[in-house]
């Protein structure tokens, strides 16, 4: 590969965030028409995952915790 063309695919593999090897890939998939199977990101997330102003859409109390691990317990120790 050219070093013009590696330097381009590896400054768009670290703008998307992505490993090289996924770009190109991904680039040659859709080349030949077949769906990538790439896994795609690289595990990397950005902080933070909730923003501060969200609303939580589920609410889990202390108590709710302690009730699955009880429920738990009882499924596991139980059967004994």
């Keep these: ?6 330097r381009a695919a590896k400054a ?3 703008e ?10 991904r680039a040659v ?3 030949v028409g077949v769906p990538a199977t790439s896994k ?8 933070p995952l909730i923003a501060r102003d969200a609303t ?8 709710d915790i302690a009730d699955a691990f009880g429920a738990e317990d009882v ?4 059967a004994q």
């Design 1 to 6: 590969m050219p070093s013009t063309l590696m």
């Design 12 to 14: 768009r593999a670290a």
């Design 16 to 25: 998307e965030g992505e490993s090289l090897k996924d770009l190109v890939n």
């Design 29 to 31: 998939a859709r080349e």
């Design 40 to 47: 795609g990101k690289t595990g990397r997330v950005t902080l």
């Design 56 to 63: 939580p859409t589920v609410l889990v109390t202390n108590e």
């Design 75 to 78: 499924e596991r120790y139980a």
